[in-house]
């Protein structure tokens, strides 16, 4: 009988940007389903640390944030003796592949993305190339490592729609140089709402504190949060078209304790609001308890945080400076 080769596990690229404090709508959204990945994939995550300073950082605080956002992901269950999982701005890769992406990217392409122009009503005095022109550098920095699987939410799939445009003009322009990536939307991963806004999505944006909850916020300030809650006037715990505040109560609550809707709805009925918002907020105090005791404990070894980092980016800038050098050659520079 012949030896079979194991089939190639398919590679996932994932990136998030230190950029402030980590929501429990990024945890829920993304980042609890990123240690699930790394059982049936073969997972390369980064913290997209370039990405931040299209919008202006002060740099100790940008430092902090760095430090903070690899020691949580760290603690979400990132396994980086399983997955490679570095500081983007440690790869000179991602940066020269971005500008060679640049010259293949159509200004009406990147005119066209919703970020860039949600960004620029936000940060009007300061609307910036790179502000514009980031989604080559996150083309770069999925096609660099031939991934091809992206984890985004429904509302991101149009980066991985352009990096699929840029990839394939590449490849008619030369000869097959990049894997065409594709979206994988997660099942499992939650659109969470804002506690007190339930039609926008929770945001460390928003300018009431207790619309959005942190992955490290102390447990009194969870319960504060959930207690005050947005729901409606008809006090019946049940998911329905209008009532935009309990949906999102139960979706949170569903995804913290694995229920479905059913039992949800059965074990509240007869039930107030009031019981509703406290148990979900005990269960995400009980869900994020074990994430916030690891925290305390990778966040005060900075040494360990940098070896795993330097491993990381040492990993990936094999693969990296492979494609980069492919893509070099074709274009036609002097190697």
């Known amino acids: 009988m012949e030896n079979q080769t194991p089939e190639r596990k398919k590679r996932i690229f994932s990136a998030i940007q230190p950029s402030g404090s980590v929501t429990l709508g990024n945890y829920l959204g993304a980042l609890k389903n990123w240690a699930a990945l790394q059982d049936s994939y073969d997972c390369i995550f980064a913290l997209a640390d370039l990405h931040t300073i299209t919008v202006r950082q002060e740099p100790a605080k940008l430092r902090h944030n760095t430090l903070e956002a690899y020691a949580l992901l760290l603690s979400c269950g990132i396994d980086p003796k399983r997955s490679p999982f570095f500081l983007q701005s440690h790869v000179p890769a991602h940066s020269q592949l971005a500008w060679i992406l640049d010259c293949y990217t159509q200004f009406g392409e990147l005119q066209r993305m919703t970020q860039f122009k949600d960004k620029s009503q936000k940060h009007a005095d300061n609307i910036n190339a790179g502000l514009f ?135 509240f009925d007869g039930k107030g609001y009031g019981d509703f918002k406290q148990a979900v907020g005990e269960a995400v105090v009980e869900h994020l308890r074990p994430i916030q005791e690891r925290f305390a404990q990778y966040s005060s070894d900075k040494a360990y945080l940098q070896q795993c980092w330097d491993a990381g980016a040492e990993q990936v800038s094999r693969i990296a400076n492979r494609t980069l050098q492919k893509v070099m050659k074709k274009v036609g520079f002097v190697l």
Do not use: W
């Open 133 to 267: 022109t980031y989604p080559s550098l996150m083309a770069a920095d999925i096609l660099l490592y031939q991934a091809d699987l992206v984890p985004v939410g429904e509302d991101q799939t149009q980066h991985v729609e352009l990096t699929r445009n840029i990839a394939e003009r590449f490849n008619n322009a030369y000869s097959p140089t990049f894997t065409m990536p594709d979206a994988l939307v997660l099942k499992g991963g939650r659109r969470v709402m804002s506690l007190q806004d339930p039609t926008r999505k929770m945001s460390k944006s928003d300018e009431n504190v207790n619309g959005c909850v942190y992955v490290l916020d102390k447990p009194e300030d969870i319960m504060r949060k959930f207690k005050r809650a947005i729901t409606d006037s008809e006090a019946k715990v049940h998911y329905a078209e209008g009532k935009a505040g309990i949906n999102n109560l139960m979706d949170i609550y569903a995804c913290v304790t694995g229920k479905s809707y059913e039992e949800i709805e059965h074990d």
